[in-house]
Structures are given as structure tokens and as C-alpha cells.
């Protein structure tokens, strides 16, 4: 699929890349809301990166006297250099695995044909890129699971599920950051806030990040949470 700007609306345009679920597409990604944000357009009022896609929010009263398309016309025509640099940030977190904090890690266990003990390794053993951040403020859609692990969303999802659970659904792993409805399989909690609107930067984590869990027991995690519920 040909790269292409189309419309979203009366107020934003939505910039398409390659129709796959790739890092090298996902920081293409980047490099173009990085560029149209330094250009600094009054037209344009947010832009917001997908997995393989930008959208760009426009004012349209000022959009039709000063129209952006062509603009980034000319941005999408520029090529990413081969050299060029992927923001990002290597962030480590904690999670406990199992037991009353990961419910479904006997079923990934089931699926994957293996123990309990063997997903979890192989969860917190691989570095996972953030390609996206939506749903609720703060989720972050982090990939490639393990696909030996790699269970599929629950065929019904729980009405209510507990923040900072950290989940599996196919090729993606994530952390809730607010208590929402959810389908993805959860196998352990996080001791930290993914998203704190109290704190001087909200966002723990950000598309292009880089993400490594690391395993901690119940003691720790209820001495450590951020969450003041347990």
C-alpha cells in the first residue's frame, strides 16, 4: 500500500504508511508528527501517532485560509534518513506475576503449553517497542509478545479491570493504567502509575519508547505500589 494523506473529517487529515505492524514503519511514524510539529503550523492543533499512521488536527477556519495538505504533502515526499535517530527511552518495570494479581496466567500457561513459570520468563524477556498510546490516557500498546505466549483477547472481557494490570492479547502486552473494562489476558500488576496527571510529566511512557519488565514478588509490589489500594 502506496503511502497517502487523506481526510478525517472536516478538521484533520489522516497521513497512511505501509498497511503492517512494523518498528521501522512505527518510527517513519514519528519522524513525520516530528516534523510537522517543528514546523510549528498555526493551522494544525494536535497530531497523533499510530502504529502505521499520523493524524493531524486541524482548525478548519483557519485551514481555509491557510491550508496545511500541501505541507505535508511535502513532508510525506521527504524520505527518512537511513541515520536518523528514533526518540525514545529504555524504561524497566516492575510487574508481579500470578497469583490474585495476574488471574489469567494459568490460561496464557494453557494456551502457550508450557508452565506458569515459562510464560513469565519469556514475558519479562524480551524488550518491547511503545508503538502507540491511547484507548484510556496512558495505555500503551507495546509489541512483539512472544507468540509462543501470545494468547488471544478473552472471548468476553471483564467488566472491570484492576489499573495497573499488565495483560497479553496476541502479539501486543500493555499496562492498564485506569480500572476500564478489558479483554486482554492479564498476568500480573504494576506497582507504578502509567499516567498521574499530578506528576510534572504525566506520561510514563511514549510511542517509540522501549520497555523491559522486570519480575517482583508480593512483598515488593505492596511496599512499592503507587496505587494506595492494597
Sequence with gaps: MPERIVPAGDSAWLIELADRLDP????????????????????????????????????PLVEAKTPVRPILDRILAEPRPADAAVPGRLVTIPVCYGGDLGPDLPEVAAF?????????????????????????????????????????????????????????????????PAETPGGWNIIGRCPVRPYDPGREEPFLLRAGDRVRFSPIDVKTYRSSTEWGDV
Excluded: C, K, W
Design 24 to 59: 521501522d514503519v512505527n518510527a517513519r511514524a514519528l519522524d513525520i508528527a516530528a516534523r510537522i510539529q517543528a514546523a510549528r503550523l498555526q493551522t494544525v492543533s494536535d497530531i497523533v501517532v499510530g502504529y502505521r499512521t499520523v493524524m493531524v488536527h486541524v482548525r
Design 112 to 176: 502457550a503449553r508450557t508452565g506458569a513459570d515459562e510464560v513469565v520468563r519469556r514475558h519479562y524477556a524480551r524488550e518491547y517497542r511503545v508503538y502507540m498510546v491511547g484507548f484510556v490516557p496512558g495505555f500503551a500498546y507495546m509489541a512483539t509478545v512472544d507468540p509462543a505466549i501470545g494468547a488471544p483477547r478473552r472471548r468476553t472481557p471483564r467488566l472491570r479491570v484492576p489499573r495497573g494490570s499488565v495483560a497479553i492479547a496476541s502479539g501486543q502486552t500493555g499496562i492498564y
